[in-house]
């Protein structure tokens, strides 16, 4: 609804003899909340499908659950800032739905709990996630009627580091698109770093250094790994899908550049972080 109106407003506005929808900037602005939106919609699906096939041995929701919260929230408070710098004054009229997805997207990370909370979750699973990876039967899309059983009486939750994961390189090699293989390679120099550049005892204890640099990659790798899982499955062109990588590849960038400004981050890890 709020893109809806954003969109509705610029295409009948017009500044300088051009309607605001011609503006290259307010291009951008659209196309990266429509993608941002694609990618939010298509990451919750696919949680719910690892939710829906869950089991005492197959537990993987238990870190896709933490980046729904943490992630797809905030990825919605950037959609509305995207929509609002276009939108601009007309988002604060009163019939409008705007006014209020401005003020109660803020609350849903908050509401999920802290989003350093659900890092902190997150990041006991990244050892797993990249390395010592399980076989299992492929997931088809869960759409039909039957009893989740499992999620009402899941048991006990602890033992995250034991979690074992599918090989997430398998999705990424499906696509050879250009945003897909900077992507990629962003992965693998963080996994590099990871082994060249180890983080000290010290730094694994500096949650600021951890939680803001360390696992907002990891989340965003996470995120990008079932949203191109979901893109097969949902049939999603490829230009949307490489559009989606786009931002993906900036976002990866600044935090990278975040965590490289980081106090106790090493000038070895500040050069991977350049890489």
Same mark, same amino acid.
């Given at each position: 609804h709020a893109f809806y109106e954003a969109i509705h407003h610029a295409s009948y506005r017009?500044?300088?003899? =051009?309607?605001?929808?011609?503006?290259?900037? +307010? *291009?951008?602005?659209? +196309?990266? $909340? /429509?993608? #941002?939106?694609?990618? =939010?919609? @298509?990451?919750?699906? #696919?949680?719910?499908?690892?939710? #829906?096939?869950?089991?005492?041995?197959? #537990?993987?929701?238990? @870190?896709?659950a933490p980046v729904m919260k943490m992630k797809t929230t905030t990825q919605g408070e950037e959609v509305i800032n995207l929509l609002w710098d276009v939108i601009a004054a007309k988002g604060f009229e009163k019939d409008m739905y705007f006014e209020m997805a401005a003020k109660d997207i803020r609350s849903l990370p908050k509401l999920e709990g802290t989003v350093h909370v659900n890092i902190a979750l997150i990041l006991k699973f990244m050892v797993n996630f990249f390395m010592n990876h399980k076989k299992y039967a492929q997931i088809p899309r869960q759409d039909e009627v039957k009893d989740d059983t499992f999620l009402f !009486?899941?048991?006990?939750?602890?033992?995250?580091?034991? +979690?074992?994961?599918?090989?997430?390189?398998? $999705?990424?090699e499906q696509y050879n698109l250009p945003n897909v293989k900077i992507?990629?390679?962003q992965i693998e120099m963080f996994n590099l770093m990871g082994t060249k $550049?180890?983080?000290? &005892?010290?730094?694994? *204890?500096?949650?600021?250094? =951890?939680?803001?640099?360390?696992?907002?990659?990891?989340?965003? %790798? +996470? /995120?990008?790994? @079932? &949203?191109?899982? !979901? $893109?097969? %499955? /949902?049939? %999603?062109?490829?230009?949307?899908?490489?559009? &989606?990588f786009d931002f993906f590849v900036r976002d990866f960038s600044k935090y990278a550049l975040n965590l490289y400004n980081k106090a106790s981050t090493t000038e070895l890890q500040m050069e991977w972080c350049l890489e």
């Open positions: 017009r500044l300088y003899n =051009m309607y605001v929808t011609d503006f290259q900037h +307010v *291009k951008q602005n659209f +196309v990266d $909340a /429509y993608t #941002r939106l694609v990618a =939010m919609k @298509l990451f919750g699906l #696919r949680t719910a499908d690892y939710m #829906r096939i869950a089991s005492d041995k197959d #537990r993987r929701y238990l @870190l896709y !009486n899941q048991g006990p939750t602890r033992g995250l580091g034991r +979690v074992r994961f599918h090989d997430w390189k398998a $999705a990424f992507f990629m390679q $550049a180890t983080p000290s &005892i010290d730094q694994q *204890k500096d949650m600021d250094f =951890m939680l803001s640099g360390i696992g907002e990659i990891f989340s965003l %790798i +996470v /995120y990008a790994h @079932l &949203i191109i899982e !979901n $893109a097969k %499955i /949902y049939d %999603i062109d490829e230009d949307t899908l490489d559009q &989606i």
